[in-house]
T-cell receptor, first 115, second 113 residues
């Protein structure tokens, strides 16, 4: 069966420090991968999505970046965090387009607090 | 572009009340439609889905019908329980050429005894 792992679960980082959140998927190949941010009272915002290794689409310009070094690994990074980067970050995957079952599967999320 | 608009909360209901959370979507392409639920401190879980017009998704007493003529996918439940308290997200997925899963802003539901 497929599983998705996201870590860490919580993180407190000072302003200006770097960030690396990791997400891995098991049990499937060629998934579409997504990073979302959920800020308090602002719903779910799509940050990045990827349809393959090295292919990243950015939805919102900001100081975050994403990389996909392996088929089932998706990393969210920042060189210098801002206070406004605080929020709940969710990784998700969907099956390869065209294979049906377009349900998205989510990780448990990372609560990031920038202080 | 692709977008989803859902009723903003918060919504507070008494136990056994009827629930409706409205959701409309942009009609670009032939999206699949979803309702996700997020319990406190957790990620999102799929609640129900519909992949084509007139499909009805249902789960745990919740229902939603894919209405192409009104571009809507409203969530309903006849009798809510305290355990239904959560944030509900409407979403659309366009796989062809876009691969984007787009969410509404979420509606927080609180059910009181």
């Amino acid at each position: 069966s497929q599983t998705i792992h996201q870590w860490p679960a919580t993180l407190v980082q000072p302003v200006g420090s770097p960030l690396s959140l990791e997400c891995t998927v098991e049990g499937t190949s060629n998934p579409n991968l997504y990073w979302y941010r959920q800020a308090a009272g602002r719903g779910l915002q799509l940050l990045f999505y990827s349809v393959g290794i090295g292919q990243i689409s950015s939805e919102v310009p900001q100081n975050l970046s994403a990389s996909r070094p392996q088929d089932r690994q998706f990393i969210l990074s920042s060189k210098k965090l801002l206070l406004s980067d605080s929020g709940f970050y969710l990784c998700a995957w969907t099956p390869l387009a065209g294979t049906g079952g377009t349900e998205a599967f989510f990780g448990q999320g990372t609560r990031l607090t920038v202080v | 572009g692709n977008s989803v608009t859902q009723m903003e909360g918060p919504v507070t209901l008494s136990e056994e009340a009827f629930l409706t959370i409205n959701c409309t979507y942009t009609a670009t392409g032939y999206p699949s439609l979803f309702w996700y639920v997020q319990y406190p401190g957790e990620g999102l879980q799929l609640l129900l889905k519909a992949t084509k017009a007139d499909d009805k998704g249902s789960n745990k007493g919740f229902e939603a019908t894919y209405r192409k003529e009104t571009t809507s996918f409203h969530l309903e439940k006849g009798s809510v329980q305290v355990s239904d308290s959560a944030v509900y997200f409407c979403a659309r997925y366009s796989g062809a050429g876009s691969y984007q899963l787009t969410f509404g802003k979420g509606t927080k539901l609180s059910v009181i005894p």
